[in-house]
């Protein structure tokens, strides 16, 4: 199991034939002595994880980073220069106290938000608030359901907060594609109001009217979270990128919120 908040777990990948400090090339920093392409790091990783997204030369000698996607998420692991070693855990800069590993898996699980297209999100707030939290809602969701007056209560105490909700059903709940499919109807035709009326009907279980626009606004939103590696709803985009997924109390949405939250 892959897990970010695990102490350091080193696991052989082939024979252990060479250590790290064995992995080398003689003096010298190795700049010109090793590689490690994706396609191998896949290779090596091969049930492990379900995609290697990047690799590079780490900040601790004899190691790779490599930017992984396990269940659904990015996660940062290391392969040494031997390539027999995965590490899987927590790495520490011992003269900083830095934790390598948590800065690694903040950065790579940010979006780029100019990505997401607003034009069909139903709006919470303000449209014009300065800070935009983006979410990735289906219209079965339990926990969106329990999300949906967390919401209501921020903005009602910070108006220079909105939610910008995109319809993402999941294959779970068939019926949540064409529930989803009316609510982007009623928002294209101008109605942001009929909209979230219509959204806060489906969550609360009750039946809607067969959409009436043709639209493929749900489609594209579907592939989006497939590129952004959203899997589960809700899911919340901070104004800086981070991804939240989950339910979140009022509170917590507000500080995770806050500019210059690590």
């Known amino acids: 199991m892959i897990k970010i908040d695990s ?3 080193i696991f052989l990948i082939s024979s252990p034939a060479l250590a790290f400090q064995q992995a080398g090339c003689g003096a010298g920093d190795c700049q010109d002595c090793h590689a490690l392409s994706k396609k191998e790091a896949a290779t090596l990783l091969q049930g492990r994880v379900s995609e290697v997204v ?7 000698p004899g190691l790779w980073d490599v930017e992984a996607v396990h269940k659904g998420r990015k996660v940062p692991l290391y392969i040494d220069f031997s390539k027999q070693y995965l590490i899987s855990g927590n790495i520490v800069r011992l003269t ?9 898996f903040s950065k790579m699980n940010r979006v780029d938000i100019s990505r997401v297209p607003l034009d069909d999100a139903i709006i919470i707030g303000n449209p014009a608030a300065p800070r935009k939290i983006i979410v990735f809602d289906d219209p079965e969701c339990t926990y969106c359901r329990k999300l949906h007056p967390e919401m209501v209560e921020v903005v009602a105490n910070h108006d220079d907060i909105a939610f910008f909700i995109k319809m993402f059903p999941l294959a779970m709940h068939p019926a949540a594609y064409d529930k989803a499919r009316t609510i982007i109807c009623a928002k294209a035709e101008g109605s942001n109001d009929r909209a979230l009326a219509f959204l806060a009907d489906s969550l609360a279980g009750k039946a809607l009217p067969a959409p009436d626009c043709q639209s493929g606004l749900v489609d594209k939103n579907i592939a989006l979270a497939k590129e952004l590696y959203i899997t589960s709803t ?3 985009i901070m104004p800086d990128g981070r991804v939240l997924p989950g339910y979140k109390k009022a509170d917590k949405i507000v500080a995770a919120a806050e500019p210059g939250k690590p």
């Open 54 to 60: 990047g690799v590079k030369r780490s900040q601790v």
């Open 7 to 9: 102490l350091l777990f």
């Open 234 to 236: 809700p899911t919340l």
């Open 96 to 104: 900083s106290g830095e934790n390598l590993t948590r800065q690694s």
